[in-house]
């Protein structure tokens, strides 16, 4: 039904001349217009009428009406802009002859009002594509196009081919049927003897089959020490017959002096964990990789290609540290590609390069790329408290070479827990990153064989990312820092033609902004961006201070995304909906993010942060997308295509911010299990916060400077009644989640890492027992005290934890948190171990060099701490002393090395006449024989991986 044909001939003749209704004109025909609605009701069941009651009260008057009849009205409002009503008027006006002007347009539009107290569904009646839908589409192809992985290849499939199902029998081998295989086990020295075996088979093969190839397998053992920095202190990190395996396949014609391409991984676990994708995946895949190389008689690497299955990693990079100082085989390369796990499923990522040529050739060459320079930032930032071997090997870190860093990301709840077995990892996971090395260690050996390898880039090298997982983007730094500059110029110019574009926009164009316009616009999108972060991350602390759980939704991803996500959007919104200003200035409003947007990433560029690059995308879309709409869009007709084109460029930055932004959502939420536990009630809001802060940057990676037009596309009211209800679900989901797991949120699927330990402390290095103890901790920020429910610390009243008792595992002992009971001692009869110093002579008569000599009876992993005025030691004179409370000086050393090994001899020089105190904290890597290790062991339930062993401390003050 038109109400509009309701009108009087008087009232239709009126407004032909222009003369806007009156109210005494409306309410009559509001009366016709009820009774024809209740008519028609008496004979349909439902009645849509087309009616400008554009007041609140010409809206109650026809509910009041309606009501008498058992009839309640819904009202739908249809709000487009103000250019589109007056186009669709005069085109009414043009084709029927109708008796409304377009000049009467204005007067309607000033009388329409909205009622607080009402409640109608909205429709934007706007020719602006959907943009909810337009995000949604594009995000799931974005999300869907990264993550996938390729189909696995069977162990028939061609010799020359890589094939997952080959690689998973050597995954099967090292973590199925070994098992754990940590630094100083019987496990590793296992896994080291299969790694040599295959590949003395590889070589046995290659001397049959392959003439113009040289095969050579080498094992060597490697000692020696280097400095790490971690928590703002610098310390040492020393190891003893750490084993590197090394397979080299060079190519009998290339010339003695073609350097080679390093391949790496290690065949190490962490402890407590057999190591599927961390790293036995890796190895699987190059143990693969190299049988392809030697199966493929059609083609052979144009140069030398190094395996290096290094045994020490998670050792803090002992053994990559050993290959760069002390190998044989270390002088000849020229790149590198080290590969990596945080979690069993793929795809693989490229999260770290040299920014150089080998970034180029990676990218060209792989069939799956992967990556994003923003991962690298967080590395180099130090926002995430980890490190892989690329720092031994890359010329930007310690080491000399160019090259790349690729690792696994995806379900990092199994990582460096019992849970990273081989029947969790993807299917298709092996197989990309076997395709993707296979791909760019011929591609660099290609390089390196050329008669000029390239040099690095000037000026700060490249930067990269995958769009919609095809061929890898890179570009130079200098000129995407001048596209920011001319994206901040172009809207800082003055509009022009703005009178002629003043009827015409996307949903609320206004005619061109101005620098003021765009000026408020930015500071807006950055108050914006700033509530995005800061709403959820209250919103998660504020749960976990009141109920005294955090981290509910811990290994569950939808108590993740129902929780934060909606929270963080919004935030975003918020400023837009409270202030929001006319329909037409949405358009001033995003120009204004792009402006925020390109601001920063000249920011980030100019202090050679890469990942800025996203938000240049933002900013130069944003400007394309307004260009695309000043000049190519028509005055009038259907625009629906149009604006299609209008929103375009604007897919470019969601496609390519998007990945990275999820993927750093799903890596906090994935790692925070390893985040550490600070002391107190702080400790409760850290993951919350942590979660909550990261849920911002898929928020707005999807939104970016579209935020402006979707609130505009929702219209005022329903903007607000949708954020009212993204509250409600975000608050809801937070209840039931804090109401379902507040006492346990961890699984056997997302399991607690917990380290517990049955200490025993000596004196007088190792002849006076002192105590034993029982101590437990956690690596997160879930309460400790339900753990000490378990095993031997049920029988006692648990004591907060002294950080002292975890220093053999310095600086993870900064990260935890737990409780500590007084303990049986060791078995009388047992042998203790020992802690000697002998004073000897030294070059300076003022000084004297004690010479120490540590027994820990078997293969052990811990620190030593020497504190006092020390003026040299024999471990890496890299390391800086560190304060302690007392106000001395202390040097510290890590220390590991495989099975046999369990003397340590080292020294000290200190001015004569002073003391030194010299400490040993370590644990057993076998702690089988412990009855009562074993008995915590077996009381924990499933929930919980752990690493439980027995430590040592002992203390040994050197006389003055």
């Not at 080959?166 to 020295?189: C, F, N, P, T, Y």
């Not at 620190?863 to 800086?880: C, K, M, Y």
Request: charged fraction near 15%.
């Amino acid at each position: 039904m038109l109400a509009s044909r309701l009108h009087c001939r008087f009232l239709e003749a009126k407004m032909r001349s222009g003369t806007p209704l009156s109210d005494e004109d409306r309410w009559p025909w509001l009366q016709r217009l009820s009774d024809a609605m209740a008519e028609e009701l008496s004979v349909h069941s439902m009645v849509v009428t087309a009616c400008s009651a554009l007041q609140p009260r010409y809206r109650q008057f026809l509910s009041g009406q309606l009501e008498r009849t058992g009839t309640r009205p819904v009202f739908v409002l249809l709000e487009p802009s103000a250019a589109v009503l007056k186009e669709r008027v005069a085109r009414r006006q043009k084709a029927a002859n109708h008796f409304m002007p377009p000049s009467l347009l204005q007067s309607q539009l000033d009388l329409l009002e909205y009622d607080e107290g009402e409640w109608y569904f909205h429709a934007q009646g706007t020719p602006f594509p959907p943009l909810e839908q337009i995000v949604d589409a594009l995000s799931l192809l974005t999300w869907h196009c990264f993550q996938r992985v390729p189909a696995p290849l069977p162990a028939s499939a061609p010799e020359a081919a890589f094939s997952e199902a080959r690689a998973m029998r050597h995954v099967l081998a090292l973590a199925g049927k070994i098992g754990d295989r940590q630094v100083g086990s019987r496990g590793l020295e296992l896994g080291g003897a299969y790694v040599r075996a295959q590949c003395e088979a590889l070589a046995a093969a290659a001397a049959h089959a392959r003439p113009d190839l040289s095969v050579g397998v080498f094992v060597e053992r490697v000692s020696g020490s280097m400095t790490l920095e971690a928590f703002g202190h610098s310390f040492g990190n020393a190891y003893a017959n750490v084993t590197n395996i090394i397979l080299k396949i060079a190519p009998v014609a290339a010339a003695a002096t073609t350097k080679g391409v390093l391949i790496n991984s290690h065949f190490d676990s962490s402890l407590g964990s057999p190591g599927a994708s961390d790293a036995a995946s890796c190895v699987g895949a190059m143990l693969e990789l190299a049988r392809a190389v030697v199966a493929d008689g059609a083609r052979a690497p144009a140069a030398p290609l190094v395996f290096l299955f290094n045994g020490a990693e998670e050792t803090l990079m002992q053994a990559a540290h050993g290959f760069m100082h002390h190998s044989a085989h270390s002088a000849g390369l020229g790149a590198f590609i080290n590969l990596e796990s945080t979690g069993p499923w793929g795809p693989d990522v490229l999260f770290q390069s040299t920014r150089d040529w080998t970034l180029r050739a990676w990218a060209a060459a792989t069939p799956h790329p992967r990556g994003n320079s923003v991962f690298q930032d967080f590395f180099d930032l130090g926002l995430i408290p980890a490190d892989t071997d690329y720092r031994l090997f890359a010329y930007r870190r310690a080491g000399t070479l160019p090259g790349v860093d690729v690792a696994q990301v995806f379900d990092g709840l199994a990582y460096h827990t019992s849970q990273d077995r081989p029947e969790r990892l993807r299917a298709g996971t092996v197989q990309s990153m076997g395709e993707n090395a296979l791909a760019a260690a011929h591609a660099f050996a290609a390089v390196l064989a050329a008669p000029e390898a390239p040099a690095p880039p000037a000026g700060g090298g490249l930067v990269a990312f995958d769009l919609l997982g095809m061929p890898a983007r890179v570009l130079h730094q200098a000129p995407l820092a001048i596209g920011v500059a001319l994206a901040i110029a172009a809207a800082l110019l003055p509009a022009r033609g703005a009178s002629a574009r003043a009827a015409r926009d996307l949903p609320g164009l206004a005619p061109s902004p101005g620098p003021l316009a765009l000026l408020e616009g930015a500071v807006r999108a950055a108050l914006s961006v700033m509530l995005a972060h800061v709403l959820p991350a209250a919103l998660g602390a504020l749960r976990a201070w009141a109920t005294g759980a955090p981290m509910v939704w811990y290994g569950r991803y939808w108590a993740v995304y129902a929780i934060f996500l909606p929270a963080s959007f919004i935030g975003l919104c918020l400023p837009y909906v409270l202030w929001q200003r006319a329909p037409g200035e949405a358009w001033a409003q995003s120009l204004g993010s792009g402006l925020a947007f390109s601001a920063v990433a000249a920011v980030l560029a100019r202090h050679g942060v890469f990942g800025g690059y996203g938000f240049a995308l933002w900013g130069l879309a944003t400007l394309c997308s307004w260009a695309i709409d000043q000049l190519l869009l028509p005055r009038s007709g259907p625009r629906s295509l149009s604006a299609s084109l209008a929103v375009l460029p604007l897919a470019a930055p969601v496609a390519v911010t998007l990945p990275v932004c999820a993927t750093a959502l799903l890596y906090v939420v994935d790692k925070i299990g390893l985040a550490g536990a600070a002391p107190g009630r702080l400790g409760l809001l850290v993951g919350d916060l942590a979660v909550g802060v990261a849920a911002a940057a898929p928020v707005y990676g999807c939104l970016g400077t579209l935020t402006p037009h979707v609130v505009a596309a929702l219209g005022r009211r329903f903007a607000r009644v949708t954020l009212l209800t993204l509250l409600c679900v975000s608050v809801a989901a937070s209840g039931i989640a804090t109401a379902a797991y507040q006492a346990n949120p961890y699984s056997a699927w997302a399991p607690k890492r917990v380290m517990a330990q049955h200490m025993h402390v000596y004196g007088d290095g190792g002849w006076a027992y002192e105590r034993s103890l029982w101590a437990v901790a956690a690596l997160d920020g879930f309460p400790a005290r339900p753990l000490t429910a378990h095993g031997p610390l049920a029988a006692v009243q648990p004591r907060p934890n002294e950080r002292q008792l975890w220093s053999w595992a310095y600086p993870l002992d900064q990260l935890m948190n737990g409780y500590w009971a007084p303990a049986e001692g060791p078995p009388e009869g047992s042998a203790a171990p020992s802690l000697r110093a002998e004073p000897g002579a030294h070059a300076d008569p003022a000084a004297v060099r004690w010479h120490v000599r540590l027994d820990t009876l078997r293969a052990a992993l811990g620190s030593l701490n020497v504190t006092g005025n020390v003026i040299a030691w024999s471990f890496d004179q890299g390391v800086a002393p560190i304060a302690t409370a007392a106000g001395s000086a202390s040097l510290l050393t890590r220390f590991a090395a495989t099975e046999g090994t369990h003397v340590w001899e080292f020294w000290a020089d200190a001015p004569r006449g002073e003391a030194l105190d010299i400490s040993a904290s370590f644990k057993h890597v076998d702690s089988s024989d412990d009855a009562g290790v074993v008995a915590l062991q077996a009381a924990m339930p499933e929930h919980v991986s752990l690493v439980a062993s027995t430590s040592y401390q002992l203390h040994l003050r050197v006389p003055a």
